[in-house]
């Protein structure tokens, strides 16, 4: 009986102290890499950002137009290199940078900021800037409730893809 009473002593204190584990994120965090081939091991670029959903709401809503927006949620969209690329005839080097947008009515642009461990764009600095490249803004009939970003490689040519909501615009860049 003494047995079964100090087991039960021991184990109630672990039972009550239980763990406080957050809850799900509304945004999850993903990854887009190039070569998309899994069985490639040696990447070009990986790209991770976190995934905001519509829940309802138009992309306007969420995203200002003609202001520096972190190009996903929570963190910066980080993008690290881990060859060197070009992009808009301007080299960029192996490195872990982060990725930035200005959403504009027709276009967007697309920038390449060397700081690093950014949450959101509040702490955004332009003299970062490695690149800014604009691009024209698509609109899509398909709407897609989480922001996406994926690579391709049609014809040789790789290009990185962004879409939500109706919205989709595409960075076009080499591999050195």
């Known amino acids: 009986m003494k047995k079964y009473i100090l087991t039960i002593l021991l184990?109630?204190?672990?039972?009550l102290q239980s763990q406080n584990f957050?809850?799900?994120?509304?945004?999850?965090m993903d990854q887009a890499k190039f070569p998309l081939s899994n069985r490639?091991?040696?990447?070009?670029?990986?790209?991770?950002?976190?995934?905001?959903?519509l829940n309802n709401r138009s992309f306007k809503?969420?995203?200002p137009l003609d202001k520096v927006w972190r190009t996903g949620a929570n963190e910066a969209t980080e993008i690290r290199l881990y060859s060197d690329i070009i992009i808009d005839d301007k080299n960029i080097s192996a490195g872990t940078y982060t990725l930035f947008t200005i959403p504009e009515e027709n276009q967007v642009t697309?920038?390449?900021n060397s700081?690093?461990?950014?949450?959101?764009?509040y702490s955004y600095k332009s003299e970062k800037d490695v690149i800014r490249v604009k691009v024209p803004l698509v609109k899509s009939d398909e709407?897609?409730?989480?922001?996406s970003i994926t690579f391709s490689n049609e014809n040789e040519q790789p290009k990185i893809h962004f879409g939500w909501e109706y919205m989709r615009f595409e960075l076009p860049f080499d591999v050195l």
């Open 143 to 147: 709407s897609l409730e989480a922001l």
């Open 61 to 63: 809503d969420i995203v």
């Open 110 to 112: 697309v920038i390449i």
């Open 40 to 53: 490639v091991t040696e990447k070009v670029a990986v790209i991770t950002y976190s995934r905001p959903q």
């Open 115 to 121: 700081a690093t461990n950014i949450w959101g764009a």
């Open 11 to 15: 184990i109630v204190p672990f039972l």
């Open 22 to 28: 957050r809850g799900l994120d509304k945004s999850p």
